[in-house]
């Protein structure tokens, strides 16, 4: 897997995070530790990425149910969204305050290692939300260095088994260290659904077993395995804005989006380093029908029929984003510029894949330190535009 993008974004892994993982090997994991996109519509018209239940695809089915679940349960928590968006710990938080602080103190300092930029955002939001987000960082970060961190080799699908009893005993309340108390704390606050996680440790699993996808349909499955997940995790805890008059399902659809894109854009940043670990995430049909195959990546060749078929990939990736920026507006304010930010650098990886000619095979596409600088100020921006303000900008055109 090429790192798992929240609404948030984890970024590259290069530095493995040792003490992070707690030494989760195959033996010491279970003791201490929109979109409807079909790939028919995408060769046809690059048409429409948002779910839609009057199209059929088993994969982009199967994300839709879980979608309109994450809804359902934003809907029916509405009333009592007070009690789990508090800042006031009751007495008994007091009594484990200490404790849960310097859990929360902990994930916030893995945030601001891995997650710069992201990190930075979070600092407008509320304490509450803000300690929860980082919380979910960690658990996702953790979750994939099962598969892609320093212990990856050691990993087996019993080993995963036994990280997904540990998330049930999370949610449960009973955790295995402060990282999972800091989850543990989080989900007893917010509305956040156990599923999510559930389908991201499905990811890894697929990441054990499957190193080609057929098609978009399980490219699509894939990415919101590992990607998409992480939206619906980060929803709850982000809150949407009263003014929005968008419904739960519709900014759930963005989030999805966003963590569709991000991951698209991390397979097309990676082809190289992916191909060297004997992995290749883009669709064979497609590599096919543009008149490629495997071997045309071993070898690196950046060759006419690679360029053109990259513009198609970048293009897909492109219009997931521009589906994700239609829900950010309707996030709560203070939640806004952290997303917008990691939107917008996350976008411009596909502009320095133009930019060094389509060689995803020995360049690395990144954003330099300036340009991410340079978005701070244009994702506040955007931040600042509420759901009525956006309303107001598109009447005015």
Same mark, same amino acid.
């Given at each position: 897997m090429s790192g798992v993008p929240l609404w948030v974004t984890c970024g590259p892994k290069e530095n493995a995070i040792n003490s992070l993982l707690g030494g989760l090997s195959s033996s010491s994991v279970g003791r201490s530790g929109s979109g409807r996109f079909t790939q028919r519509t995408v060769v046809s018209a690059f048409s429409s990425v948002f779910a839609d239940p009057s199209r059929s695809s088993s994969s982009e089915e199967r994300v839709y149910e879980v979608v309109l679940k994450q809804a359902a349960l934003v809907k029916q928590q509405k009333k009592t969204l007070d009690h789990f968006y508090k800042d006031d710990y009751t007495e008994t938080d007091l009594a484990n305050g200490d404790l849960l602080n310097s859990a929360y103190d902990r994930c916030?300092?893995?945030?601001?290692?891995?997650?710069?930029?992201f990190y930075l955002g979070t600092q407008l939001m509320t304490p509450e939300r803000r300690k929860a987000i980082w919380a979910i960082y960690v658990w996702c970060r953790r979750t994939d260095e099962l598969v892609d961190g320093p212990n990856a080799p050691h990993i087996t699908p019993k080993a995963l088994d036994r990280w997904e009893q540990r998330l049930?005993?999370? /949610?449960?309340?009973?955790?295995?260290?402060?990282?999972?108390?800091?989850?543990?704390?989080?989900?007893? *606050? /917010?509305?956040?659904?156990?599923?999510? /996680?559930?389908?991201?440790?499905?990811? @890894?699993?697929?990441?054990l077993r499957k190193s080609r996808y057929s098609n978009f349909d399980e490219l699509y499955l894939y990415c919101y395995y590992v990607a998409g997940t992480v939206g619906l995790m980060s929803v709850p805890v982000m809150g949407i804005s009263p003014e929005s008059k968008a419904s739960a399902e519709t900014v759930y659809n963005a989030a999805l989006a966003l963590g569709i894109a991000n991951q698209l854009t991390n397979i097309l940043r990676d082809v190289g380093e992916d191909a060297r670990r004997g992995r290749i995430y883009l669709p064979q049909d497609e590599l096919a029908q543009a008149g490629l195959s495997d071997e045309d990546i071993w070898e690196g060749r950046v060759t006419d029929k690679w360029r053109n078929f990259m513009k198609g990939q970048i293009k897909?990736? *492109? @219009?997931?984003?521009?589906?994700?920026e239609k829900g950010v507006t309707e996030l709560e304010s203070a939640s806004r510029w952290p997303v917008w930010a990691s939107l917008l650098i996350y976008k411009q990886i596909l502009d320095e894949i133009e930019a060094n000619d389509y060689n995803n095979f020995t360049k690395r596409a990144y954003v330099g330190k300036a340009k991410k600088l340079l978005s701070l100020p244009a994702a506040y921006g955007k931040a600042l535009l509420g759901p009525q303000q956006k309303l107001t900008q598109v009447f005015k055109r």
């Open positions: 916030s300092e893995v945030c601001a290692e891995y997650a710069k930029t049930s005993d999370v /949610f449960a309340g009973r955790p295995y260290d402060m990282y999972d108390a800091a989850l543990s704390d989080t989900v007893s *606050r /917010f509305p956040v659904d156990i599923q999510p /996680f559930k389908d991201m440790i499905e990811g @890894m699993r697929l990441d897909r990736a *492109r @219009m997931f984003f521009e589906e994700a």
